[in-house]
Structure formats: structure tokens, C-alpha cells
């Protein structure tokens, strides 16, 4: 039995040479498919490219980690509540950078 493509219809379309520019520029930051990519852009989900993605991901793993071992270490009395409310207002602040860089408020 033949399997049924999902997406069986194609679609062409042309462009200038700035407009081939600009979708090649902006496909190549989503890192998506050419057809995700543009499914996307037009089922009125938002296509957000974040130039500093992989710094934001990075610094949420080590707040992440530094809330979980003074979560830890609280479980045998060595954490202060400082300490704790430390790394909440570490995680907020990414947060609210995260949120920056996507457009959000």
C-alpha cells in the first residue's frame, strides 16, 4: 500500500533578488524547513528568531541548576533564604530578558 503525503500540493512562487535575499536570511535563522518555515509565517503563528537564543538557553540551565542545589541543599539546613531568593530574582531577570527578545512585555 503507497503512503499518502500529508502535504501533496505544491506551491511556486517568485521573487526579486532582495526578496530571495531576506526569506534565504531569515529561513537560515529559524534553522526550519522551507515549508515549516512558511507554514508558520502564515497560519498566523509567529516566526521569533532570537539572536542570542543559545546565550538565553544557556544562562536558564545555570539558574536553573543553582535554584535546584540551593533547593538541595535547604532540604539539609545549609541554604539561607537568601540564597534562595537569590536565585528566583536570577530566574525572573532571564526571564524578563527572555520575554525582551521575543517581542514580549
Known amino acids: ?14 521573487a526579486s533578488e532582495r526578496e530571495r535575499k531576506l526569506i534565504d536570511a531569515k529561513l537560515k535563522a ?4 522551507m515549508t515549516d518555515f512558511i507554514v508558520q509565517s502564515i497560519t498566523e503563528k509567529p516566526v521569533v528568531n532570537i539572536d542570542s537564543g543559545a546565550e538565553i538557553l544557556s544562562e536558564l540551565k545555570r539558574q536553573g541548576n543553582n535554584l535546584n542545589q540551593a533547593v538541595k541543599n535547604n532540604y539539609f539546613g545549609k541554604a539561607t533564604e537568601r540564597e534562595l531568593l537569590s536565585c528566583v530574582d536570577l530566574c525572573k ?3 524578563r530578558k527572555l520575554l525582551a ?3 514580549g512585555s
Open 30 to 33: 529559524s534553522g526550519k524547513t
Open 101 to 103: 527578545a521575543i517581542g
Open 1 to 14: 500500500m503507497e503512503k499518502r503525503r500529508t502535504r501533496p500540493y505544491a506551491y511556486t512562487f517568485r
Open 93 to 95: 531577570e532571564t526571564y
